[in-house]
T-cell receptor, first 117, second 112 residues
Framework: DQQVKQNSPSLSVQEGRISILNCDYT??????FLWYKKYPAEGPTFLIS?????DKNEDGRFTVFLNKSAKHLSLHIVPSQPGDSAVYFC????????????????FGKGTKLSVKP | NAGVTQTPKFQVLKTGQSMTLQCAQD?????MYWYRQDPGMGLRLIYY???????DKGEVPNGYNVSRLNKREFSLRLESAAPSQTSVYFC???????????FGNGTRLTVT
């Protein structure tokens, strides 16, 4: 049973437009959420995170929104660029579990974003 | 900056063979992790080490062992490889237990 779901395996967007990647979770104990970006033949790289005490976190072109009541988060990329084409993973964890370890960081299956020039 | 270095990059094993995947980080991070990624799947945690001298099982530990050799190095051992262990393996590290992970570029393992 998936605790972190990314229901769209792929997304195609025109350069300059907004990309919105969605993520749903089922475990109400999750209180820390992260987005990672992955290019082919490379490891994932950290993009942005959000704690459950916030509903929005912004870093340049990237903004993550958290809706705790809906157990939903989204990553907005504005404006989208061809270099943003990659697989995006949503991940979630419970801060206090395992003594604060990320041993319980749960990843979604990823969404492949293609940004067309 | 090298970051997280994994060796080897590629490996082909026959069923029953053993091997050790090496991982080293030069960022003075306290926590280290081993994940596997299978097609159409997210990353699944195999083992992690919250700090030097400790290791714990993750979601999919069966068939694997780990050693936190020192603060820099965290190895993953397959004692008797099985085709189900064909995957891409990623090592990661983090400053402390709840900070973002830094990943290596992966080891692509095929077991025939």
């Amino acid at each position: 049973d998936q605790q972190v779901k990314q229901n769209s395996p792929s997304l195609s967007v025109q350069e300059g437009r907004i990309s919105i990647l969605n993520c749903d979770y089922t475990n109400s104990m999750f209180d820390y959420f992260l987005w990672y970006k992955k290019y082919p033949a490379e490891g994932p790289t950290f993009l942005i995170s959000i704690s459950s005490i916030k509903d929005k976190n912004e870093d340049g072109r990237f903004t993550v929104f958290l809706n705790k009541s809906a157990k939903h988060l989204s990553l907005h990329i504005v404006p989208s660029q061809p270099g943003d084409s990659a697989v995006y993973f949503c991940a979630a964890s419970v801060y206090l579990n395992y003594g604060g370890s990320q041993g319980n960081l749960i990843f979604g299956k990823g969404t492949k974003l293609s940004v067309k020039p | 900056n090298a970051g997280v270095t994994q060796t080897p990059k590629f490996q082909v094993l026959k069923t029953g063979q053993s091997m050790t995947l090496q991982c080293a980080q030069d960022m003075n991070h306290n926590s280290m992790y081993w994940y596997r990624q299978d097609p159409g799947m997210g990353l699944r945690l195999i083992y992690y080490s919250a700090s030097e001298g400790t290791t714990d099982k993750g979601e999919v530990p069966n068939g694997y062992n780990v050693s936190r050799l020192n603060k820099r190095e965290f190895s993953l051992r397959l004692e008797s490889a099985a085709p189900s262990q064909t995957s891409v393996y990623f090592c990661a590290s983090s400053v402390w237990a709840h900070s973002p992970l830094h990943f290596g570029n992966g080891t692509r393992l095929t077991v025939t």
